[in-house]
Each structure stands twice: as C-alpha cells, then as structure tokens.
C-alpha cells in the first residue's frame, strides 16, 4: 500500500513538472531580458534610485529620471532644434536679393460705371432773331458772256458768316436767255449764271448781290 502511494506521487510530480516547463522556459527569458535591460543601465553606472554615491536625478537629456554621481552627466545633451539654447536668438540673417517678377496676371473684369459727372457751364447764347443790325449786303463781280455764252457773278460773305438770300442785276436782258441764281453749297456766297451771246449786240452782262447773316464774332 505504501508502495503505491509512493509510486502515484513520483508520476504526479512528473506530470506536474511536464507542463510547468514551458512556462518556465518563457519566465526565464523574460528574466533575462530584465536582467539584461538592468545590466545595461547597471553597467553605464546610473541608477533610477537614489543611493549614497548617485543622488542627483536628471531633469532632462538622455538620462532624464536616472540619479547620477555629478550634474555634469546630465549636462552631455545633444542638442534640440527646438530649445531656445540652439536658436540664433531671433536674429535676422541678411536679406537675399528680390526673385524675378513673376508673369503678369491676367484682366480682371470691368468694374461698374462711375457716376455721371457735374455738367459744364452753358456757353453764351448766340442771337435768336434777324435784324437790320446782324444783317449786311454784299455786291459780287461784274460779268459779261463768254465764248462759251455764259456770264457768272459770285457774291460771298465773310468767313464764318451765312448766305440768307441773293439777287442779281441783268445788263442788256433782251438779249439774256436762261438766268439762274442760287446758294452756293458752302452757304457762305451766292451765284447767278446768265446765257447770252457771243457777239457784242447780243452780249448779256450779270452782277449778283448777297445777303448774309453775321455770325459772331460780328463784323
């Protein structure tokens, strides 16, 4: 009866190391990544306690949280680009010369129209009505028929100034023919074409008269 006893608990015990081995193995490989972890900061001498000899805790650097034997440890940093210790306290490098000008941009749209502008002074009135004052006559040249049998009198008025009517005077009219009279296509003249003959008995001789209107500046 012993015997049995004693033989059951060797096999128990066997079973029982069988199935905790596995998870010994994987408990002993994490101990020895942890020890190796501590050696590594054990080794470099630098402490995340406190003792006798590291008793200083760097606030920032490489070893920041670890306690040190001497500040100058914690003083061994690189450099940050972000620390203000680095920047070029805010100082303005020279300025590098104007890039080229870039392309000319295209139309913009036409703006609305503006408002109308103050009208301008009206000018003098010039004369409304026809009178013995701004009206004068004018004697054109005196002409007799050609040897074409036709005479031409021509009566103008001052630059500027404005034919309002014309008459002529007939020299010897038994012998006119056809007598014509009109504006000319300026409006500042008149003319009046006389046919007659060509021998002396029969010679027809014209002069025209003009009446015009003065314009300003007046005569």
Request: glycine share 10%; hydrophobic share 30%.
């Amino acid at each position: 009866m012993h015997k049995s006893t004693l033989t059951f608990g060797l096999l128990a015990s066997s079973l029982v190391m069988l199935v905790i081995m596995p998870f010994l193995n994987q408990n002993n490989s994490f101990f020895n990544v942890m020890a190796q972890e501590y050696d590594k900061y054990g080794d470099s001498s630098y402490s995340q306690y406190p003792t006798d000899d590291k008793k200083y805790e760097c606030r920032t650097g490489p070893f920041e949280g670890f306690f040190v034997s001497s500040v100058e440890f914690c003083k061994h940093v690189k450099f940050d680009d972000n620390k203000r210790d680095h920047r070029d306290n805010n100082q303005t490098g020279t300025q590098g010369p104007p890039g080229p000008a870039g392309p000319a941009g295209a139309t913009g749209a036409t703006g609305p129209q503006g408002i109308q502008g103050i009208q301008g002074a009206i000018g003098p009135q010039g004369p409304n009505q026809i009178n013995s004052s701004s009206v004068y006559s004018v004697r054109g040249n005196f002409s007799n028929t050609q040897d074409d049998g036709f005479a031409n009198s021509v009566a103008m008025c001052d630059p500027g100034d404005t034919v309002l009517s014309g008459d002529y005077e007939i020299i010897n009219p038994a012998n006119a023919g056809e007598i014509a009279d009109f504006a000319l296509e300026t409006q500042d003249g008149w003319v009046t074409v006389a046919q007659g003959g060509i021998a002396v008995p029969d010679l027809v001789a014209v002069i025209t008269d003009a009446q015009c209107f003065d314009n300003p500046p007046l005569r």
